[in-house]
């Protein structure tokens, strides 16, 4: 078997751990700044900026709907470039203000992409907003949860399930790795987390 692909890392200023409340406070920020907009349609880009878009939605009673724009095959980085998985339906945004949701902005590639395709298909008007962006990815989206240029833990995105139980995932692991960091059980969310605080020595 071929070793992991992972992203590089190595601009990150150090490591920020971001749990359940702060993700869901950040997403009531950015609902407030977005709400003057008033979207009639929210396109969340699969995975992860599902979480954000998924709550938008709630907050703002606008409808949802999921694209998938992305570097992986199954949670495996397998390209350079980001590519399209599932394109908007035209019928759903033609004519409508667009609101993309996307969880991270680096290059803003990925958004980019979706932001083109959306004012290809007659949006009438389309912003962008992120919950979290890299300093050099502000430039990707007219809102922005928090930006932050260190490497971030996101509650869904650093445990899998491996033999039964939970791990940190791979290129959490390789990313903490990056910035000096062991990672270990204390690292895990939840029950994982729990068992490690409770572990004698």
Known sequence: MSQESFYNYERRTGVRAIDWNEFYAICKGLALAV???QPEVILGVAKG??????LLSHFLRVDIVPVHV?????DRVVADE???RIRPDGALIHGKRVLVVDEIAGSGKTVGLVRAEVERLGAAEVRVALAFAHSWGVDAAQYIGLVSDDFLCLPWGREIVQEGGFVMHPEYAHGLREQ???PGP??????GALAAETQPG
């Not at 992305?70 to 199954?74: I, L, P, Q, S, Y």
């Not at 204390?186 to 029950?191: A, D, F, Q, S, T």
């Open 35 to 37: 709400a003057t907009y």
């Open 70 to 74: 992305t570097r992986r095959v199954d």
């Open 180 to 182: 000096g960091v062991q």
């Open 49 to 54: 900026g599902l979480y954000a878009a998924t």
């Open 186 to 191: 204390g690292h895990l969310l939840g029950i």
């Open 82 to 84: 980001p590519f399209w």
